[in-house]
């Protein structure tokens, strides 16, 4: 024993030792790409170097010498724009290594001005699917420069599992990691798993005009060997050999501030302010949200995204970014949204109806493609001999929604046509699409409706409405507001239709929109700071919404103009998902301690909660009935307030209940909320259960509970839509759309059948939009699907009756207005 411990700790004093003498190697262009530096290779100047403290350049002859640290586990190049590692970016050091050499290959099409990347996070799987495949594709067909993973490749199956599929080989471009939080694993200490796979846990590279930088995250499941003195001393060093005028990008597992100034500082007073070294964005997971924002007037941008194979905390949709860099920072964000293959629907014409702009036929097509974009989509019209009437290039009106208005031929009333779609992908291939159809305005009748002035309109959150459906959806209109519609339900009042659009990648495409409700035609349009991912709420000519980062508009409904805005307090993650209400003049928004009372008019805050915060994101509505208020909390609680001043009267995280995707809803005097495999019914006054039904399908979804005068329904993540006997609790029937397009609530993958739009049941019929693309029509009494039509993305947001119309708003930005 005595022995071993002295071969031990010779050992680690040679390696000391030559930790303390240095460092020394090459830099190369490997012709080869065998990672030796043979004869006729030359050495590659000003390349830095760096040890994880010091930074070298390497000489005219590609030469460099490090002097060593007591901590130097790797020794690592920042691979210069242009050019790609032919081995790896990093060798761990060794006491049988004596010079570290990296190999170099100039890339081929490489641009100085640009650069562009796939950005994975928060992936947490060791299994296999089509989001793997997707992502290469995409870097490969774009012109990737290189694939980062921004944490939470999660334990140690999930840090092998990608170590193997996930990597510089596979993917066929550079792919670089982080550490999160479930990355740090039991071992000697916590990243010593994530070292064996991926190496240093900060780095630096270029590509383009920028500068990327990975970093750690600073605490994890078991606790790192790093601190924040290690990093900020390598950054000085590392930023130091920068040129100050390239835009500096940096990968991280959490957001470092929700503040101006992006500064690290250290236990030992030291600090490092990136606001000073041009950083450009913070680019950011953990979470599992789709968010992104500009922090006031520093000009930096943080990007966070929801993971690639599944639905994300806040049922974000699943996808990974692609981010474009120039000399001025980011130039542009896309979400691609996953396991979308050759999707390709013409919402007008169809066998649904055919929309018009005025005299001019609407041609209106969603099509998506994930691992390519579309690039171009022309559309054709023939006769019934054959002869083609009508080519016209589409124009892209999101990044699902493709459209024109056209003229008709003569005699066309009445007449069959065949249409073509083909949508061009970047990558040559060509999708299509065939349909028939009949050329015929559909006859809208005047039918007086109640006002639709909140999601499921009224308070409560009742879907079953005091109209009854007499025929299958017609198509009316369709109108295409310009950014994709998320749970913004359309608001039906004084002839017109109000709803809002997010943009979580900075883009600027959020607003609230009113259309004419009789024709679609758009008569305002307001631009809003950031998303309204939930419902808009409506009372006395105002129109109220909340957005992502807490800001509260109020508009005039007439004219869209701002009559007053309230910067919530928000001063963290998460951001705001929730739909606020309007009750007596009120309006309640917010959640923890920016949950807040507003008078409508003025303004002016009646009262402040100061009884609780913190949880997650949630997508569920709030809710109110007999002044109490009813909010949620993800992962955290179901909430009642007294309406009236803001008290908390009682709480409840038990039984699945602190998970809140869905909005609770009144009938009858009870309280119907979903935990996550039970369906409560809950005494009001006292918050307690009185009877349940327990469920094996995850009730996970963004929907409010049904009541009918027979059923209690609810809608599942994964499998479609349960109709419980409403006496003996027993299930009645079940529904089941197709799969979903994408993935939304949280941690579901394929296969899913997903139903995110609380249902809406009109006198002896359900109209249900899901995730498949589909609006169904299905009999009250068994759930037999009697219609449905392909709105062609899917359908998160609550539907709207009114004036005899079923208003649909989907993902791809459309509202349709269907005659029932």
């Known amino acids: 024993m005595k022995k071993l411990l002295l071969l031990t700790c010779t050992a680690l004093l040679f390696s000391h030792m030559t930790k303390a003498q240095g460092f020394s190697g090459k830099v190369f262009i490997d012709n080869n790409a065998n990672g030796v530096c043979d004869t006729g290779e030359n050495g590659q100047a000003g390349v830095r170097v760096s040890d994880g403290l010091q930074v070298a350049v390497t000489d005219r002859n590609g030469d460099y010498r490090l002097p060593g640290h007591a901590k130097a586990r790797f020794i690592f190049i920042t691979t210069p724009a242009g050019y790609r590692f032919t081995k790896n970016f990093y060798i761990k050091t060794d006491t049988a290594v004596h010079v570290y050499n990296f190999g170099l290959q100039p890339v081929k099409r490489a641009s100085s001005s640009t650069a562009k990347f796939v950005r994975l996070t928060d992936t947490e799987t060791h299994q296999f699917n089509n989001w793997i495949t997707e992502a290469k594709d995409y870097a490969r067909n774009e012109n990737a420069d290189f694939i980062v993973h921004t944490g939470d490749i999660c334990y140690e199956k999930g840090l092998q599992f990608h170590a193997q599929h996930v990597n510089t080989q596979t993917m066929g471009v550079p792919v670089y990691y982080c550490v999160g939080n479930h990355d740090l694993v039991k071992g000697a200490y916590g990243e010593a798993l994530y070292e064996s796979l991926f190496g240093p846990v900060f780095y630096s590279f270029e590509a383009g005009p920028a500068h990327f930088i990975a970093t750690p995250m600073r605490y994890g499941d078991y606790q790192?060997?790093?601190t924040a003195d290690d990093v900020v001393s390598w950054l000085k060093n590392d930023l130091a050999q920068t040129d100050p005028a390239k835009p500096v990008i940096i990968f991280n597992h959490d957001l470092l501030t929700y503040d101006t100034l992006f500064a690290i500082r250290t236990g030992r007073g030291d600090s490092i302010r990136l606001n000073d070294h041009n950083l450009k964005a913070w680019i950011y997971g953990h979470w599992h949200i789709n968010f992104a924002r500009t922090h006031g007037n520093s000009g930096i941008r943080s990007l966070c995204s929801a993971p690639a194979p599944d639905g994300g905390i806040d049922n974000s949709a699943s996808n990974f970014d692609a981010i474009g860099?120039?000399?001025n920072g980011v130039s542009f964000v896309q979400r691609r949204y996953t396991y979308v293959s050759d999707h390709i629907v013409q919402v007008s014409p169809s066998s649904a109806g055919v929309a018009f702009e005025q005299d001019k036929m609407l041609v209106s097509v969603n099509t998506y493609h994930t691992s390519s974009p579309v690039k171009s989509v022309l559309f054709s019209m023939y006769d019934k001999k054959g002869n083609c009437l009508q080519?016209?290039?589409?124009?892209p009106r999101t990044d699902w929604n493709w459209s024109a208005a056209i003229a008709v031929p003569a005699g066309w009333q009445n007449n069959v046509y065949t249409s073509t779609v083909e949508a061009s992908l970047g990558t040559g291939k060509v999708l299509f699409r065939r349909d028939t159809f009949t050329l015929a305005k559909t006859?809208?009748?005047?039918?007086?409706?109640?006002?639709?002035?909140?999601?499921?309109?009224?308070?409560?959150?009742?879907?079953?409405?005091?109209?009854?459906?007499l025929k299958d959806p017609r198509l009316a209109w369709s109108s295409n507001i310009g950014g994709n519609i998320w749970k913004s339900s359309p608001i039906c009042v004084a002839g017109r239709i109000f709803t809002a659009t997010i943009d979580d990648e900075g883009n600027r495409h959020c607003a609230i929109t009113a259309?004419?409700?009789?024709?679609?035609?758009?008569?305002w349009q307001y631009s809003t700071g950031n998303s309204i991912k939930h419902s808009i709420s409506y009372n006395d000519g105002i129109v109220m919404a909340t957005d992502a980062e807490g800001m509260t508009y109020a508009l005039d409904a007439a004219t869209g103009k701002l009559r007053w805005q309230h910067q919530g307090a928000l001063k963290d993650l998460p951001s705001y998902n929730s739909g606020g209400i309007i009750q007596q003049g009120i309006y309640?928004?917010?959640a923890g301690n920016y949950l807040q009372a507003f008078d409508i008019h003025t303004g002016a805050v009646k009262w402040t909660n100061r009884d609780w915060s913190g949880g997650e994101g949630t997508p569920a509505a709030m809710t109110i009935s007999n002044g109490l208020l009813v909010t949620s909390s993800n992962w955290n609680h179901l909430f009642a307030h007294d309406a009236?001043?803001?008290?908390?009267?009682?709480?409840?995280?038990?039984?699945g209940i602190r998970f809140r995707s869905g909005t609770p809803a009144f009938y009858d005097g009870r309280l119907y909320v979903h935990g996550i495999n039970k369906l409560h019914i809950i005494e009001p006054s006292t918050g307690k259960t009185i009877d349940s039904i327990a469920t094996e399908a995850a009730q996970k979804t963004m929907t409010a509970p049904l009541v009918t005068d027979k059923h209690i329904i609810i809608c599942t993540a994964s499998e479609g839509m349960y109709a419980y006997n409403k006496q003996s609790k027993q299930l009645s029937w079940r529904f089941v759309p197709g799969e979903a397009l994408f993935y939304t609530a949280p941690y579901t993958t394929p296969s899913s059948a997903t139903i995110e739009s609380t249902p809406l049941c009109a006198g002896n019929r359900i109209f249900v939009g899901a995730s498949d693309g589909y609006v169904y029509v299905l009999d009250k009494e068994d759930g037999k699907v009697l219609s449905r039509v392909?709105?062609?993305a899917p359908v998160f947001a609550e539907m709207a009756v009114y004036n005899g119309m079923l208003y649909v708003a989907d993902f791809s930005g459309n509202v349709n207005a269907y005659v029932i």
């Open 644 to 655: 009236a001043t803001g008290k908390l009267l009682w709480k409840r995280s038990d039984e």
């Open 790 to 792: 392909n709105v062609g």
């Open 224 to 226: 790192p060997s790093y």
């Open 391 to 395: 080519q016209v290039s589409l124009a």
């Open 443 to 469: 006859k809208i009748f005047a039918v007086a409706g109640q006002e639709w002035p909140e999601v499921l309109q009224n308070a409560q959150r009742t879907g079953v409405i005091h109209y009854t459906a």
């Open 325 to 327: 860099v120039d000399k």
């Open 588 to 590: 309640y928004t917010g």
């Open 515 to 523: 259309l004419d409700a009789a024709t679609g035609r758009k008569l």
